[in-house]
């Protein structure tokens, strides 16, 4: 079965670091992208980022670039998303996810880890 | 940046309705269009991606239509299970977008 878990929810104050992890199992894990997620408390799907684990290639969103770092170890099949200084704005569910690609460049999610909590409050 | 629209933001619906749930792009995706179902606390899912492609284990009254810029979800006769949040996402450019989701409710 292709799953991905990860790390447990977290809360931090504003101005911690923080990295969170995702692993994949089931599946080649270093040949598949990963895609990274937020959702904000009570709001929609917002597109990160993605990384490459085999390469480790990332593509930014304009809107989370510089505010967060994607890397990914294919060794241990974990791909982690981390931030040097949170905001109370950071507070949100964070959701990886492998990009499944088919023929004619057919792209999907699936499966989606199962979210991890991360609050930020003084 | 591909801008997705979904409308309605909600619905209400009764067991046994068909729902309809479009999502529009701000600019030609061809058929790059998947649609996810979320339920409360939970991760989405994929439903149906390639615009109308059936995931695996998905029911049949699911189904999806459209290209270009315009794409349709229904669901054709609405189980109980089925009441959840639902989003559309372009998967033609890299930069990947969502629709602001639709909320169906009992």
């Known amino acids: 079965e292709v799953q991905l878990v990860q790390s447990g929810a977290e809360v931090k104050k504003p101005g911690e670091s923080l990295k969170i992890s995702c692993k994949g199992s089931?599946?080649?894990?270093?040949?598949?992208?990963i895609v990274w997620v937020r959702q904000m408390p009570g709001k929609g799907l917002e597109w990160m980022g993605s990384?490459?684990?085999?390469?480790?290639?990332?593509k930014n969103s304009p809107s989370f670039q510089g505010q967060v770092t994607l890397s990914a170890d294919k060794s241990i099949s974990t791909a982690y998303l981390q931030w040097h200084s949170l905001k109370a704005s950071d507070t949100a569910i964070y959701y990886c996810?492998?990009?499944?690609?088919?023929?004619?460049?057919?792209?999907?999610?699936?499966?989606w880890g199962q979210g991890t909590l991360v609050t930020v409050s003084s | 940046d591909i801008q997705m629209t979904q409308s309605p933001s909600s619905l209400s619906a009764s067991v046994g309705d068909r729902v309809t749930i479009t999502c529009r792009a701000s600019?030609?995706?061809?058929?790059?269009l998947n649609w996810y179902q979320q339920k409360p606390g939970k991760a989405p899912n994929v439903l149906i991606y390639?615009?109308?492609t059936l995931q695996s284990g998905v029911p049949s009254r699911f189904s999806g239509s459209g290209s270009g810029t315009d794409f349709t979800l229904t669901i054709s006769s609405v189980q109980p299970e089925d009441f959840a949040t639902y989003y559309c996402?372009?998967?033609?450019?890299?930069?990947?977008?969502f629709g602001q989701g639709t909320k169906v409710e009992i």
């Open positions: 996402q372009q998967s033609h450019s890299t930069q990947y977008s």
């Open positions: 089931g599946y080649s894990f270093a040949s598949d992208w």
């Open positions: 990384i490459y684990p085999g390469g480790s290639d990332t």
């Open positions: 390639a615009a109308s």
């Open positions: 996810a492998r990009l499944v690609i088919g023929a004619r460049g057919i792209n999907y999610l699936d499966p």
């Open positions: 600019q030609n995706i061809m058929s790059y």
